[in-house]
């Protein structure tokens, strides 16, 4: 809820698929004018609108290729490629990806409407995506205040300037592997910032108590041990940590799976095999399954399709849920709703797993990029992330084996445990008084 008086931000998205605007939105209650979506419609000139959409169209159509041809997944990798993080080396030397860039932003204005835009009130800035930070700080303006957010537990060269040592960006961190990567590109330390992702405020509660999430986490512990094996470990920590006083023997039989299609539409056939496989337990009510299209309405059309082929469609509304919306806050509130009463998440290693740290434990979809494999990796590490343990096909089998044996009610516990909770509160924190607080205690992150 926003605070009277509190301290304003120009907060920038862009039109780059759902994680860039999903990483703004929490930080809307800060947001001076509304988000910006640079390269939209309603902000960019048709000029800047082409060029952005040239970008977007790029990055989609190789998104999807990854599925269907090895040229795509050759030119994700090229475009994206992040190198081996050891041996410690010094990697500031600019590729060839950020001196493209600084030929778009030089000769072809990309990020000159929106460097207008913020002359306009001299305000704080937080971008989400790399390309309108730099051309900020290409500008020369906001030498204080010009943020940059860090969407993946590793980052592209791309998302340093040329010359890190002379810009004036100051980087927010979802993760302790950014802020070591930054450094090996050049950034001084001080000018990064370990706030930790910006999670949705409606899905954390108060942010000493973290009272929502407490409580879904420990209903959602419930509805993941069915035999004990999690608890008969961990009930005195989960006492501890949630303030419950008992674990009460009655519980709810069923538990609920979210699948969640990227922004691109990519690995929106696998629905079909996991509703084919798991229709025998929507139907007894052993399990819930939600489907979120995102803001596509093609995914959408096509999750009606694969439903009413399997003879699902009764169960829409009770016992399948879909989750879609053409506009895309609304489809983001629909999505933080939706993920309060889900027990696992499916979904590829996108900016999505660092939602970990609200106790919902992540079911890896095959990534897509080198950034969502470093996404796969970060979560392993946490053991937050968890390998579907066969194919889609036989979901019926290996999803509920995960559950009976304690796995998923562990990666739920691990995530909430080591994962940064409070990104969105440290950010308004900085933004307000320039400070950035840190915690060792889970509660304090």
């Given at each position: 809820?926003?605070q009277?008086?509190?301290?304003?931000?120009?907060?920038?998205?862009?039109?780059?698929?759902?994680g860039?605007?999903?990483?703004?939105?929490?930080?809307?209650?800060?947001?001076?004018?509304n988000?910006?979506?640079?390269?939209?419609?309603?902000?960019?000139?048709?000029?800047?609108?082409?060029?952005?959409?040239?970008?977007?169209?790029?990055?989609?159509?190789?998104?999807?290729?990854?599925?269907?041809?090895i040229?795509?997944?050759?030119?994700?990798?090229?475009?994206q490629?992040?190198?081996?993080?050891?041996?410690?080396?010094?990697?500031s030397?600019?590729n060839?990806?950020?001196?493209?860039?600084?030929?778009?932003?030089?000769?072809?204005?990309?990020?000159?409407?929106?460097?207008?835009?913020?002359?306009?009130?001299?305000?704080?800035?937080i971008?989400?995506f790399?390309?309108?930070?730099?051309?900020?700080?290409?500008?020369g303006?906001?030498?204080?205040?010009?943020?940059?957010?860090i969407?993946?537990?590793?980052?592209n060269r791309?998302?340093?300037?040329?010359?890190?040592a002379?810009s004036?960006?100051?980087?927010?961190?979802p993760?302790?592997?950014?802020?070591?990567?930054l450094?090996?590109?050049?950034?001084?330390?001080?000018?990064?910032?370990?706030?930790?992702?910006?999670?949705?405020?409606?899905?954390?509660?108060?942010?000493?108590?973290?009272n929502?999430?407490?409580e879904?986490?420990?209903?959602?512990?419930?509805?993941?041990?069915?035999?004990?094996?999690?608890?008969?470990?961990?009930?005195?920590?989960?006492?501890?940590?949630?303030?419950?006083?008992?674990?009460?023997?009655?519980?709810?039989?069923?538990?609920?799976?979210?699948?969640?299609?990227?922004?691109?539409g990519?690995?929106a056939?696998?629905?079909?095999?996991?509703l084919?496989?798991l229709?025998?337990?929507?139907?007894?009510?052993?399990?819930?399954?939600?489907?979120?299209?995102g803001?596509?309405?093609?995914?959408y059309?096509?999750?009606?399709?694969?439903?009413?082929?399997?003879?699902?469609?009764?169960?829409?509304?009770?016992g399948?849920?879909?989750?879609?919306?053409?506009?895309?806050?609304?489809?983001?509130?629909?999505?933080?709703?939706?993920?309060?009463?889900?027990?696992?998440?499916?979904?590829?290693?996108?900016?999505?797993?660092?939602?970990?740290?609200?106790?919902?434990p992540?079911?890896?979809?095959?990534?897509?990029g080198t950034h969502?494999?470093?996404?796969?990796t970060?979560?392993?590490?946490?053991?937050?992330?968890?390998?579907?343990s066969?194919?889609a096909?036989?979901?019926?089998?290996?999803?509920?084996?995960?559950?009976?044996?304690?796995?998923?009610?562990?990666a739920?516990?691990?995530?909430?445990?080591?994962?940064?909770?409070?990104?969105?509160?440290?950010?308004?924190?900085?933004?307000?008084?320039?400070?950035?607080?840190?915690?060792?205690?889970?509660f304090?992150?």
């Amino acid at each position: 809820m926003q605070q009277e008086g509190q301290k304003k931000a120009w907060v920038v998205s862009v039109i780059m698929g759902l994680g860039h605007t999903r990483a703004a939105y929490p930080l809307k209650d800060i947001a001076y004018d509304n988000i910006i979506v640079e390269g939209s419609r309603e902000f960019a000139p048709p000029d800047k609108y082409k060029l952005w959409h040239k970008l977007l169209n790029y990055y989609y159509l190789l998104s999807k290729a990854t599925n269907i041809s090895i040229i795509g997944t050759y030119a994700l990798v090229a475009l994206q490629k992040i190198p081996s993080y050891y041996p410690k080396r010094d990697l500031s030397r600019p590729n060839w990806a950020v001196k493209y860039l600084g030929y778009l932003i030089r000769k072809k204005n990309l990020g000159s409407t929106l460097v207008e835009k913020v002359k306009t009130k001299d305000i704080p800035v937080i971008n989400t995506f790399y390309a309108t930070a730099i051309a900020i700080d290409m500008a020369g303006i906001r030498p204080d205040d010009n943020y940059l957010m860090i969407c993946d537990a590793d980052v592209n060269r791309v998302w340093v300037p040329e010359n890190p040592a002379a810009s004036t960006i100051k980087y927010l961190a979802p993760c302790t592997q950014v802020k070591r990567r930054l450094m090996s590109y050049g950034v001084p330390e001080n000018k990064i910032f370990l706030t930790g992702f910006p999670l949705p405020k409606e899905n954390i509660g108060d942010s000493k108590t973290l009272n929502i999430l407490k409580e879904d986490l420990f209903k959602r512990l419930l509805r993941l041990d069915p035999t004990n094996r999690f608890f008969k470990i961990h009930e005195k920590d989960v006492l501890n940590f949630l303030g419950v006083s008992s674990i009460p023997e009655e519980r709810e039989k069923h538990f609920t799976l979210s699948f969640t299609v990227g922004g691109a539409g990519a690995q929106a056939d696998m629905s079909e095999k996991i509703l084919r496989s798991l229709r025998p337990m929507i139907k007894d009510g052993s399990i819930k399954v939600n489907l979120s299209a995102g803001v596509k309405k093609e995914v959408y059309d096509l999750f009606i399709i694969y439903i009413k082929a399997l003879g699902l469609e009764k169960y829409i509304g009770n016992g399948i849920g879909l989750i879609y919306d053409q506009n895309v806050y609304r489809y983001i509130d629909k999505f933080d709703s939706m993920l309060r009463n889900t027990d696992v998440l499916w979904t590829k290693p996108s900016e999505l797993s660092f939602y970990c740290a609200l106790g919902v434990p992540i079911l890896t979809a095959p990534p897509v990029g080198t950034h969502e494999e470093y996404n796969k990796t970060w979560l392993q590490e946490l053991h937050a992330g968890v390998n579907p343990s066969g194919p889609a096909e036989y979901a019926a089998e290996w999803l509920f084996d995960l559950r009976d044996n304690g796995r998923l009610a562990e990666a739920a516990w691990d995530g909430f445990l080591k994962a940064r909770k409070l990104g969105t509160f440290k950010i308004e924190e900085l933004i307000e008084t320039g400070k950035c607080s840190t915690g060792a205690l889970p509660f304090e992150q």
